[in-house]
């Protein structure tokens, strides 16, 4: 089991700047990936970024591209995302998941932090 605990989420407006933590826990030696997903009232949950947890390769979806940075320090056993530029479109409850290894999937998933722009 690996347990994920998220802060840093709160209101901010357009244009500013927010960053999320996510501490992982547990059996933290499983972790191949680690990501940030969002879910917006009414919509789906969307993939956000993504950071393999050795190599430490990042991936985007493309509607943050440029104004968000996924980073991670593997001494913590921590993930970040660096939000810049924020629009009210990013408004969601954003979470953090692991993928392990041997895994097509993200498998545990942490409890989610309000992320709230207003225009």
Known sequence: QVQLVESG???VQAGGSLRLSC?????TFSI???GWFRQAPGKEREFVASIRW????????DSVKGRFT?????????VYL???SLRPEDT?????????YRSS????WGQGTQVTVSS
């Open 23 to 27: 501490a992982a826990s547990g059996r």
């Open 82 to 84: 660096e939000m810049n």
């Open 9 to 11: 989420g709160g209101l």
């Open 70 to 78: 996924i980073s991670k320090d593997n001494a913590k056993n921590t």
């Open 32 to 34: 191949s990936v680690m």
């Open 92 to 100: 969601a409850i954003y979470y953090c998941a692991v993928q392990r």
């Open 105 to 108: 999937e993200y498998d545990y």
């Open 54 to 61: 050795i190599a430490g390769s990042t991936s985007y979806a």
